[in-house]
């Protein structure tokens, strides 16, 4: 699975947009990019999956330039509730087992203040 | 659509106890997946369960450890004479059988303490 990197923390106001950024050089061919947030004391929650371009859902966005080798995560109007640690993974989620062994890092801790 | 259950939430073990972890899918579900997470570290993967099938085990410990997800019943993760390292979150996920999407539905952990 290809290595991934992120910022280890970032503060944000309440209200403003937040855009946590990760690098992956060596994402290959097949590979996805997805992100999961999660809550303390809690498990990880599926935020966004794509491929290339930009994708976005009722919760975030997320910009892919066309090489690849880094992908944006794109929080709107962020509030208190968005603290948490979010995770950049990266891998083939077409392996012939299906999605499986997620590979996560220390990944990014996002405060929120007030 | 009850999401991932585990259970215990918090568990506390004495040095050489076992520990019994217990993970029921999502309704559906047929694949389980067990990780650890040590405080401010990323999960790290364990095993990979199918109904009766260990499909990955590449990030068991070799020795203590066992998981098992019985045609009926929970899937349970078993770590016999634990040690203080033992300690960490201990999370399931479950997913629906193979797709396009990366997505695992998570439980809320359990909390392994060791004294």
């Known amino acids: 699975l290809a290595k991934t990197t992120q910022p280890i923390s970032m503060d944000s106001y309440e209200g403003q947009e937040v855009n946590i950024t990760c690098s992956h050089n060596?994402?290959?061919?097949?590979?996805?990019i997805t992100w999961y947030q999660q809550f303390p004391s809690q498990g990880p929650r599926f935020i966004i999956q794509?491929?290339?371009t930009k994708v976005t859902n009722e919760v975030a966005s997320l910009f892919i330039p066309a090489d690849r080798k880094s992908s944006t995560l794109s929080l709107p109007r962020v509030s208190l509730s968005d603290t948490a640690v979010y995770y950049c993974?990266?891998?083939?989620?077409?392996?012939?087992?299906?999605?499986?062994?997620?590979?996560f890092g220390k990944g990014t801790k996002l405060s929120v203040i007030p | 659509n009850a999401g991932v259950m585990q259970n215990p939430r918090h568990l506390v073990r004495r040095r050489g106890q076992e520990a019994r972890l217990r993970c029921s899918p999502m309704?559906?579900?047929?694949?389980v997946y067990w990780y650890r997470q040590l405080p401010e570290e990323g999960l790290k993967f364990m095993v990979y369960?199918?109904?009766?099938?260990?499909?990955?085990e590449s990030g068991m410990p070799k020795e203590r450890f066992s998981a098992e997800f019985p045609k009926e019943g929970p899937s349970i993760l078993r770590i016999q004479q634990v040690v203080r390292g033992d300690s960490a979150a201990y999370f399931c996920?479950?997913?629906?059988?193979?797709?396009?999407?990366?997505?695992?539905?998570f439980g809320p952990g359990t909390r392994l303490t060791v004294t």
């Open positions: 996920a479950s997913s629906p059988p193979p797709g396009t999407s990366y997505e695992q539905y």
């Open positions: 060596n994402i290959a061919t097949n590979d996805y």
């Open positions: 369960l199918q109904k009766e099938n260990i499909i990955d």
């Open positions: 309704k559906g579900h047929s694949h």
């Open positions: 993974l990266v891998g083939d989620s077409n392996s012939g087992a299906g999605s499986y062994q997620l590979t």
């Open positions: 794509g491929y290339k």
